[in-house]
């Protein structure tokens, strides 16, 4: 946009409510510099151009009762002209009941929004009425813009007659209230467009009339009585319509039937739901709002326009609709239970790595995990007894619409092999909610690299995934470097879709394929990047200087080594998240300036330990081992998987007594609770009660 012209201009293109927006997200600076350059009292060429090509516009205007309203201008292409770069005329009337007809007095502000459906392409307006003479509608501008294709689906259009003769049209429906017909169009809606007004005595830069696109998979908008409630998306973070809605929280909505060529008018008070439950749980969602209607209009058979949908916009594929967000909602009431899940499909991503697709089986939504997250299964083979507990990283990433876990089959590993040889399509499984420390924050502007040596790739393929999401979503990719090692190229999984990530990532996501045991033939630069182990030497080779974060996932010897290197190129020890998929857990060499390490108490040279549960208790002392080990050794067998406090699988209610770590834990744990593979009794207390 600022190739265009040198243009930039003295005072701030915004008002007070689209600068308050600007400020709750951050970005009032960076709006304050983009608008001053890319919203102009002119049009540039090329948006000139383009309206003249257009079969419609979109209209957003305020009747004589300060009621907003989105309508539509249509015309074959080139019913817009534009005389010159501040003005446009327009060869079209209102549709026959349009509310569009009684707002167009000379000098009423109006917004436009020309949109391409085929192209995705949009550029928007402040206008104000110059004339109605000759059939002409003129416009002199106030303000243009360009907006980004984000949320468009794309569509082709044919005209069913011509624009001009309207043929009889059906009376305008006027209503109050919504009828099924009414809401069933707009829960099946793609797309709308939202007017919105402020009145701000004349000072054209900022009062007027404006008029937006909105869009999200069939689904996004709900209907409830008279109110539709609406998710608010990343966008330009302008915030036009909401800071409009700040000051004045008036709407106009007009939904189309694509197919039929009916068009709904309404128009209403708005609400802003700025956060809470229903916006974090709505995929994609940064807040949402509230339009409760005063009246409507509705037109049959109004366009003389239909169209075909071609695409979803990539946008719209990764948000979520208020079923989804009902079900998260609904889900969440299980968040402590097991939940029986369907696998749907399996993939070999690799000779010795499965995935597994899985969807919950009781009819509530997934709910949301972090990339990077686990999840806790429990299966029961046909040579178990009862059910046996392991963990598997989610290798979905968090916009997918199921959980995914990638598992390697371990040699003499039992649930491993078993899981292979079992979990078929169609099969269940039963999971507990996702959890666990390990994630990626996508939104942090500092580059990560992300290490994984053999199946530890599982989290770092959720977590480059979601960081390529909400680099589409948000504009914002957080820079990565994924060093991902494996022994040879037939045990590597996720080859393929690093590559295409890193392909279509535009530089903000590198790749790099180390294997340590090529095969004959294969050759560096082909088949893999380069030869060897992640040391110091490929650290320096791949890592320009910069402030990482690192995050490490693969065996304990190989995390080791990598971390060793990490420190030696002078990183923080607080710079680098690790996991361990088994016990051995990473010798960590603390930052001279980190906080001290809380000192675990000492521990009990002996204690009672009461099962409550079970109903007995017995002496413990050191030589028992940890408070699983010593449970195990008098015939309990309780849930656990890690055994090195990782994974939160043998967290255990305690009601009374006072314990200690023998290594470091980070698995989540309530008030109260305890992890009973790496707890001990603590001194001081000579009795503990466990509830097991
Ligand atoms: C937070 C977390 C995330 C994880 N994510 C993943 C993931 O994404 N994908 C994945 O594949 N795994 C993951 N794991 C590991 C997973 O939980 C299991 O530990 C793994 O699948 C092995 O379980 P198993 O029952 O097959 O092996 P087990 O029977 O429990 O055996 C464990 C290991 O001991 C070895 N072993 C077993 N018996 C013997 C024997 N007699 N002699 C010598 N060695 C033996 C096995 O080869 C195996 O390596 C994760 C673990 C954690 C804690």
């Not at 890319?38 to 209209?59: E, G, K, N, S």
């Not at 942090?444 to 290490?451: E, G, K, N, S």
């Not at 050759?523 to 650290?539: C, K, N, Y």
Request: contains cysteine.
């Amino acid at each position: 946009m600022s190739a265009l012209t040198g243009w930039e201009q003295e005072t701030s293109p915004f008002h007070p409510g689209e600068i308050t927006f600007q400020e709750r997200v951050g970005k009032r600076d960076q709006m304050e510099l983009s608008g001053r350059r890319v919203i102009r009292p002119y049009m540039p060429q090329q948006h000139r151009d383009f309206f003249t090509q257009l079969p419609f516009i979109a209209v957003g205007s305020v009747d004589a009762d300060g009621w907003p309203w989105a309508s539509l201008l249509v015309g074959k292409p080139g019913f817009i002209r534009s005389p010159d770069d501040r003005a446009l005329e327009l060869d079209a009337a209102p549709l026959p009941g349009d509310p569009l007809a009684g707002s167009l007095n000379p000098g009423a502000p109006l917004g436009l929004l020309g949109i391409e459906l085929s192209t995705r392409r949009r550029n928007r307006l402040n206008v104000r009425v110059a004339g109605t003479a000759d059939g002409l509608l003129r416009f002199a501008v106030d303000q243009s813009f360009g907006n980004c294709p984000q949320y468009i689906q794309t569509r082709d259009y044919d005209f069913v007659r011509d624009p001009r003769q309207s043929g009889t049209p059906a009376a305008p429906e006027r209503f109050a209230s919504f009828d099924d017909a009414t809401s069933d169009l707009i829960r099946n809606a793609d797309t709308f467009f939202v007017a919105s007004y402020l009145e701000a005595g004349g000072h054209s830069a900022i009062d007027g009339a404006d008029v937006s696109h909105r869009g999200g998979r069939p689904g996004f908008v709900r209907v409830a009585g008279n109110t539709l409630t609406i998710p608010d998306f990343a966008g330009n973070n302008h915030f036009n319509t909401l800071g409009n809605f700040l000051l004045n929280p008036k709407a106009g909505l007009l939904f189309m039937d694509f197919e039929n060529g009916d068009l709904v008018f309404l128009t209403g008070t708005v609400e802003i739901i700025h956060d809470g439950p229903e916006v974090d749980a709505f995929m994609g969602a940064e807040r949402a709002w509230q339009f409760t209607l005063d009246h409507g209009i509705r037109l049959a058979d109004a366009l003389p326009i239909r169209w075909t949908l071609n695409d979803f916009s990539p946008n719209s594929l990764i948000s979520g609709t208020w079923g989804e967000t009902e079900a998260a909602l609904a889900a969440e009431a299980k968040r402590e239970a097991w939940r029986p899940y369907r696998v749907v499909r399996t993939e070999d991503e690799s000779s010795v790595i499965r995935s597994f697709y899985l969807e919950p089986e009781d009819g509530d939504g997934l709910l949301p995990h972090e990339a990077g997250q686990y999840l806790t299964v429990r299966v029961t083979p046909e040579d178990a007894d009862k059910p046996v507990i392991r963990t598997y990283t989610l290798s979905s990433s968090p916009a997918d619409n199921h959980y995914r876990i990638s598992v390697k089959r371990e040699e003499d590993g039992w649930i491993s092999r078993h899981l292979h040889a079992a979990l078929k399509t169609g099969a269940s499984i039963e999971a507990k909610a996702p959890r666990g420390d390990f994630w990626l924050d996508a939104s942090v502007d500092r580059p990560a690299v992300l290490i994984a040596g053999g199946v530890g790739v599982t989290p770092m393929i959720s977590m480059a995934r979601h960081a390529a999401t909400e680099g589409l979503r948000t504009r914002h990719y957080r820079p990565l470097t994924i060093l991902h090692a494996a022994q040879t190229t037939g045990q590597r999984a996720f080859h393929e879709t690093f590559q295409s990530l890193a392909e279509a990532s535009d530089g903000a996501l590198r790749y790099v394929s180390l294997i340590s045991r090529p095969e004959e033939g294969e050759e560096a630069g082909i088949d893999f990047d380069a030869a060897g182990r992640i040391g110091r030497d490929v650290l320096r080779q791949h890592l320009a200087l910069d402030n990482y974060d690192f995050f490490l996932c693969g065996p304990g010897g190989f995390m080791q080594a990598a971390y060793d290197a990490i420190r030696a190129l002078g990183v923080r020890d607080a710079r680098i998240h690790a996991e361990a998929f088994g016990p051995a857990s990473l010798e960590r060499r603390p930052d001279a300036d980190a906080a001290p390490v809380v000192e675990q108490p000492p521990e009990a040279k002996q204690a009672t330990v009461t099962f409550a549960k079970s109903g007995f208790e017995q002496t413990w002392t050191p030589e028992d081992g940890t408070l699983l080990e010593f449970a195990e050794a008098h015939g309990l067998t309780p849930e656990h998987s890690c055994r090195s406090g990782a994974c939160g699988a043998c967290v255990v209610p305690m009601l009374s007594g006072k314990e200690t770590y023998r290594n470091t834990v980070t698995a989540p744990r309530g008030e109260g609770e305890v992890l009973i593979c790496s707890a001990v009794p603590a001194a001081g207390a000579d009795t503990m009660t466990l509830y097991l």
